[in-house]
């Protein structure tokens, strides 16, 4: 288990922590933001794979899917509970105790899905070639979207100032 967590579990959760600073860093955009933006993206994508590989009804039914898929996050960017796009030492602070949290109490259903995930796309065979396009974009989604929340929620934040250029120039010496 510490092999895991050593090798595995902890440079996941570093990257993550890169990924959110270097989202507010040049985004100005509060680090909640960064997820749900990542599955609109991984959804476009797959509806430009969609467009090529699918017609017809089948691709009237792909469309439906994924924009039912993407109405989550379209909600959750829209329709946040912070209508200002601040981000303080207090939104810090209870984003960082929550990371905290999730990390210690969800290891398990981060490896789990990390497993899962690994996996998934060798189990897409179908005989029907429109079946197994379907299912294996099903599986791309689960691959792109899944680990990446929990990764996201268990990481730790960057700090409110950082990338702040004004910040940074105030506490440089020379």
Not at 24 to 29: G, P
């Amino acid at each position: 288990m510490e092999w895991i967590n050593r090798y595995i579990d902890q440079p996941l959760l570093d990257g993550a922590a890169n990924w959110l600073r270097t989202w507010h860093t040049f985004s100005r955009q509060p680090p909640e933001r960064l997820e749900p933006t990542w599955h609109l993206a991984v959804l476009s994508s797959l509806l430009i794979a969609a467009e090529h590989c699918l017609q017809g009804s089948e691709f009237i039914l792909s469309i439906s899917v994924l924009i039912m898929l993407a109405l989550p996050s379209a909600w959750k960017l829209l329709f946040s509970k912070k209508k200002t796009d601040t981000y303080g030492r207090r939104e810090y602070a209870l984003l960082r105790t929550a990371a905290f949290a999730r990390r210690e109490a969800e290891w398990s259903v981060r490896m789990t899905v990390l497993i899962l995930s690994a996996g998934l796309p060798f189990f897409t065979g179908s005989a029907d070639a429109t079946g197994a396009f379907f299912v294996f974009g099903a599986s791309i989604w689960f691959v792109l979207t899944a680990p990446v929340k929990f990764y996201l929620q268990a990481a730790e934040p960057p700090e409110p100032n950082e990338g702040d250029r004004s910040f940074q120039r105030g506490v440089q010496f020379g």
